[in-house]
Each structure stands twice: as C-alpha cells, then as structure tokens.
Antibody, heavy 124, light 109 residues
Framework: QVQLVESGGGLVKPGGSLRLSCAAS????????MSWIRQAPGKGLEWVSY????????YYADSVKGRFTISRDNAKNSLFLQMNSLRAEDTAVYYCARRAYDILTGYPTPPDSWGQGTLVTVSS | SYELTQPPSVSVSPGQTARITCSGD??????AYWYQQKSGQAPVLVISEDNKRPSGIPERFSGSSSGTMATLTITGAQVEDEGDYYCYSTDSSDNHTGVFGGGTKLTVL
C-alpha cells in the first residue's frame, strides 16, 4: 500500500533552517508529482510546493518563494523541502502528498495520498 | 486569487443527513474534490471528480455539483464521521495548482 513518511520537523529559531524529507513506498515514485502542503495550528490546508515527476515543473506558494526549495531523488524514492529564513508564520504541520498525472488533461490531479505530517515550530 | 467558500460548521444528529457545500465561480467547469480530516490525522480523499468514491470510502458519502456549488452529502451520518471537511478545485486559468476551501467542521452528536 502507499506509504509516505515525513521526517525532519522540529523547533527552530526565526531565521533558521530545516530540511524535511519524505520517504515513499508502495508505488512507482518516479511516475508521480509530489507535493508539500502545510496546516498551521487550528487553520486550513495550504499549498507550499510541488514538483513534477522528473523535476522539470516546480511550484512555490508566494509565501515561501525564495526561501524554500523542493527537490526529489527518484532513485531513493524521496522528496525533500529545504526551508531557510524561517518565520513564525511557517509554524505548521507539513504533509507530503502524492499527485497523479492525468494523461488526458496533461495536468496533475489533486493529492490522493498523504503522509501523517511533521511538525515545524518556529519560535525564539 | 480564486477562492472556494465553505460554511464554517455543520451539525447533525447521528443517522441524519449532513450536507456540506462549497461554492466557487469555476465549479460549473471544474471538478470538485472532498477531503475528510479527523482530529490529529492527515486528510483523506473521500470524493473525487464531483461524485466518485475512492476505494474504501463508505457508500454513505456522496457528492454532487450544480452550477457554482458542489455538495458533499453524508447519508446517515455516524459519530465517526466527525471532523473537518475540505473541498478542492482548480481555477479556470490554472489547472496545475488548485485551491482548498476553508474547511467545514462537522459535528455529529
């Protein structure tokens, strides 16, 4: 079965950095878009970033552009999110989520499988 | 930017029908998707492409869409259906990213 396991979260001071990882199993990782979606405490879901199967299409939310970098290693079935210049408002649970590619439309589908998330807390 | 609007909360008694709505200007041309998120857990896709139920989702969950409004219906809601529900769809000008609705807290008691 599809399994997505995030790691790397923790407590970091404002201005600091963290690198999140997502280990995927149970499907052909290189066939899928992968994404990071976050949820601040008591709030809704927010796109952070996503990356196409080969890494040639990348999206960042305006709120993280220039500070976060998404990457993937298809040989190791892994997704990453390098987060720099962290701010208090980046405090959230960060979910790794899979997106299929719809051959008919040429676009990725909505996330269909999610990991359990990793908590990032930015505080002094 | 494109927005999907959901009511903040819906409350029903066990066995009743719960309806959660999602409104968006592009919904006449775009599919709606629905996620369920129970407390402390990751979201789970319960309805795709307006009305399709992924494998393993109980039959009491159904979806529909008409005009600028999509609706998630839970027929015979159970206590274990409590949680937050998010709709998702895409804008007519951006098929890649999509947006999440603000979420609706469903209480079954």
């Amino acid at each position: 079965q599809v399994q997505l396991v995030e790691s790397g979260g923790g407590l970091v001071k404002p201005g600091g950095s963290l690198r999140l990882s997502c280990a995927a199993s149970g499907f052909t990782f290189s066939d899928y878009y992968m994404s990071w979606i976050r949820q601040a405490p008591g709030k809704g879901l927010e796109w952070v970033s996503y990356i196409s199967s080969r890494g040639n299409t990348i999206y960042y939310a305006d709120s993280v552009k220039g500070r976060f970098t998404i990457s993937r290693d298809n040989a190791k079935n892994s997704l990453f999110l390098q987060m720099n210049s962290l701010r208090a408002e980046d405090t959230a649970v960060y979910y790794c989520a899979r997106r299929a590619y719809d051959i008919l439309t040429g676009y990725p589908t909505p996330p269909d499988s999610w990991g359990q998330g990793t908590l990032v807390t930015v505080s002094s | 930017s494109y927005e999907l609007t959901q009511p903040p909360s819906v409350s029903v008694s066990p066995g009743q029908t719960a309806r959660i709505t999602c409104s968006g200007d592009a919904l006449p041309k775009k599919y709606a998707y629905w996620y369920q998120q129970k407390s402390g857990q990751a979201p789970v896709l319960v309805i795709s492409e307006d009305n399709k139920r992924p494998s393993g989702i109980p039959e009491r969950f159904s979806g529909s869409s008409s005009g600028t409004m999509a609706t998630l219906t839970i027929t015979g809601a159970q206590v274990e259906d409590e949680g937050d529900y998010y709709c998702y769809s895409t804008d007519s000008s951006d098929n890649h990213t999509g947006v999440f609705g603000g979420g609706t807290k469903l209480t079954v008691l």
